[in-house]
């Protein structure tokens, strides 16, 4: 059949009015035929199956039984009365509850006739009830369909409220399906159908909706989730190769005496396997032909800053200009600090821009960065401005990534003629699972391995309870020299409470801690700029010996005397921001700790945070619970993925049939980089229309 029907507008449908119209548009995007096939069923209750009464189990959700009702009564209650009727079959008995409609079916109830009940359990210790069960006799439940798996639609409450109940949204696609047929043009090439021997795409559409069987249904789900996976990477991967042969790169064809010399003479030390990798896997980018986009991933205290480093030293080797940027203005200035110590004996010139910059010296900075005396520029936000010019950027390097807006970094390849190349920094480690989907057409680095000699921090988990303890403790790692954070949750929503409890503890941390013996900082958002970073100051300085603070200090800061982090309300943090702040610790030579203070009360979730932590510091691993906990919504990055516009398939769940799907995409690529054979027509036609309209993943990169 020709697919054209399938744009036929969804008012068209018949038992579609215009109102009805109007709400599947509005509550769930259905303006077509097409639309309406692919709104796939949420669930399905298994109708296939009858349970025993004395089979049923706490964590069955909705069951079908067979039984008789025996006695009906009415119990009284002072919140309104309920009726309770007792259904046996031969194994043992349940009840079953309504609290509205009580009058109809008392009337309408046949005791002591056999019939079929569905739907949840609720448990009072061991004994199971069933409020308000759909019940159907036995011989008509024989004679209907619904036998088999059904299927339950996304709904919204608007949607019940009108009228358009599950069972409406079923007759639908009933009508869809016999106005459309059921021949469907097949998408997949054929040799990938057959190799993996999946069902046709008509089988699938009809048993998504209509499952015969569990068996059928499976079969149909991972069609349609593979065919989903495989058109998504199938367009990641061929941006990816277009680029490399469209997008012209700036060649760094030599490797010159910025980076030999420091190389050489001036690294402070030996550079781990995974730095070393790393960096060849950017000068390979560097030396070819194509624009690098590449994502580095390393944890905190990895050292990624040392391989920025390297790389901005090869665009000076090509007589380009670098920039690095930070997302704040304390992180700008302490890559400033670190940098130029570095790079000190060479003679490259070196500025810092941010929000604070001088106008004087901000106007030299422009004036440098345009006549390409300035070779180096560490900044923030500031070095976006359009009124910074460059006289030739050659390499954009972005620290902390997710501080950063897409449209701001496509700013930064409108700096040169030819785009500069540009690598993004982040500690916050992306699940492999999720990078390849979301990054499928970047290319990642991942620095695996810590520099040597760091001790894993002791991580412990204590009750408010044992504060005192915990407080004797703090008080014996400053007479060994130590410095100590503490730090305290700042969520938008509550931020007067959370202001509150900062400064309550403030107030006791500073009775415990006393005067002149013990000095404290104190950084929160509400604090002006300067005070912050003077108090910050005094504590790098170790003029103090506490600092206590909201989560600002959250990225990047360097302080390796620092050898305790205390976290207050652990159980109110997310594992990145946890994993994120334990890595301020650990960074000199002595034993770090990191102690999770929380009260008694503990989530399911927020108890797997925790002991997560005490378990790993390994930031891949954590980073894979949180994608399971929260799912792909919450993880950086994936809003503007459009990962969760996915129809059917589950990026986390589905992550082998990525892989698979992944695989087959590269091999088809590999054969046939054009999709030009015939077999490969289809792909080609859908390919090139996914490309065409504005999928939200092209914006990534
Ligand atoms: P991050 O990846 O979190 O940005 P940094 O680049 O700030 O990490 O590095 C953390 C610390 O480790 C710095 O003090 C840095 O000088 C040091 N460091 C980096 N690489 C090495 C190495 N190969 N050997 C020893 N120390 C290193
Ligand atoms: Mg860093």
């Given at each position: 059949m020709s697919n054209n029907i399938l744009q036929t507008e969804i008012d068209y449908l018949k038992g579609v009015g215009?109102?009805r119209a109007?709400?599947l548009?509005?509550?769930l995007?259905v303006y077509t035929y097409q639309d309406l096939l692919q709104l796939f069923p949420?669930?399905y ?100 369909i619904r036998?088999a798996m059904q299927p339950?639609y ?12 599950n069972r409406v949204m079923n007759k639908l696609m009933q009508q869809l399906f016999s106005e459309v047929g059921q021949r469907f043009r097949e998408t997949l090439p054929k040799?990938?159908i057959e190799?993996?021997?999946l069902v046709d795409k008509g089988t699938a559409f009809f048993n998504i909706h209509f499952p015969k069987s569990?068996e059928l249904l499976?079969k149909a789900q991972y069609r349609l989730k593979f065919e989903e996976?495989?058109f ?415 129809r059917i ?32 027509a289809t792909a080609?036609t859908i390919?090139?229309q ?12």
């Open positions: 215009p109102n109007d709400l548009r509005s509550e995007s949420n669930r209750l298994d109708r296939t199956q009858y349970y025993k009464v004395n089979q049923l189990q706490r964590n069955s959700s909705e069951v079908q039984i067979i039984g008789k009702v025996i006695n009906i009564k009415t119990v009284e209650q002072k919140r309104g009365n309920r009726l309770v009727a007792t259904f046996v079959d031969d194994t043992g008995e349940i009840e079953l509850v309504w609290f509205r409609g009580q009058r109809w079916m008392r009337d309408s109830l046949k005791l002591n006739t056999p019939y079929v009940i569905f739907g949840k359990l609720n448990w009072y210790g061991n004994n199971p009830n069933m409020p308000h069960p759909e019940m159907e006799l036995l011989p008509d439940h024989e004679q209907s036998t339950i996304p709904s919204t409450e608007k949607l019940g409220n009108k009228g358009i109940t040799s990938l190799e993996l021997k569990q499976a996976l495989f998504i990477q199938l367009q990641l991967v061929n941006k990816k190769l277009l680029r490399k042969q469209k997008i012209k790169g700036l060649p760094f064809q030599q490797v010159g005496s910025f980076f030999n010399e420091f190389y050489n003479d001036h690294l402070p030390f030996s550079l781990t396997n995974a730095q070393k990798r790393v960096v060849k896997e950017i000068r390979r980018d560097l030396g070819s032909n194509a624009q690098m986009n590449r994502l580095l991933q390393g944890d905190v205290g990895s050292g990624k800053t040392i391989v920025a480093l390297l790389s901005m030293l090869l665009a000076l080797d090509n007589g380009f200009q670098a920039c690095l940027m930070a997302p704040t203005e304390i992180l700008a200035q302490q890559h400033y600090n670190g940098l130029f110590d570095l790079v000190k004996d060479l003679p490259i010139n070196t500025k810092l821009l941010t929000g604070s910059t001088k106008t004087a010296a901000r106007k030299e900075i422009h004036e440098q960065l345009e006549n390409g005396e300035l070779h180096i520029i560490i900044g923030t936000h500031a070095v976006l401005e359009d009124k910074v010019k460059f006289k030739n950027l050659g390499l954009a390097i972005i620290d902390e990534q997710h501080r950063f807006g897409v449209a701001q970094r496509a700013k930064l390849w409108k700096k040169n003629a030819i785009p500069p190349h540009i690598l993004v920094m982040t500690a916050t480690p992306i699940p492999r699972t999720l990078a390849m989907s979301l990054y499928g057409d970047l290319d990642v680095s991942v620095i695996d391995e810590l520099p040597p000699g760091r001790k894993p921090v002791k991580t412990v988990h204590r009750f408010d309870s044992n504060r005192l303890k915990v407080f004797h403790f703090i008080k014996e790692e400053i007479k060994k020299g130590r410095q100590v954070y503490i730090v305290y949750p700042l969520i938008q929503e509550s931020e007067k409470m959370d202001y509150k409890d900062l400064m309550d503890g403030y107030e006791s941390i500073v009775r415990e801690f006393p005067l002149p013996e013990y000095q404290i900082s104190i950084v929160h958002g509400k604090m002006k700029s300067e005070d912050k970073d003077y108090e910050m100051e005094r504590f790098f300085k170790a003029e103090t010996q506490i600092m206590v603070a909201t989560t600002v200090i959250e990225v990047g800061v360097n302080i390796p005397n620092a050898s305790v982090m205390i976290i207050e309300s652990a159980e109110r943090f997310g594992l990145s921001q946890l994993h994120q702040l334990r890595g301020r610790v650990g960074r000199g030579a002595d034993q770090s700790y990191c102690i999770l203070m929380s009260s008694h009360k503990l989530t399911n979730d927020a108890k797997t945070r925790l002991e997560t932590m005490v378990q790993t510091s390994d930031g891949f691993e954590i980073a894979e619970v949180d994608l399971k906990l929260r799912g792909p919504g919450d993880l950086m990055g994936t809003q503007q993925s459009g990962i969760l516009n996915l398939a589950d990026i986390v769940k589905d992550n082998d049939i990525l892989k698979t799907a992944r695989y087959y995409v590269q091999r088809v690529l590999k054969e046939d980089p054009n999709l030009a054979l015939p077999q490969h080609r390919l090139d996914l490309m065409q309209t504005k999928q939200p993943w092209n914006y990534i990169s």
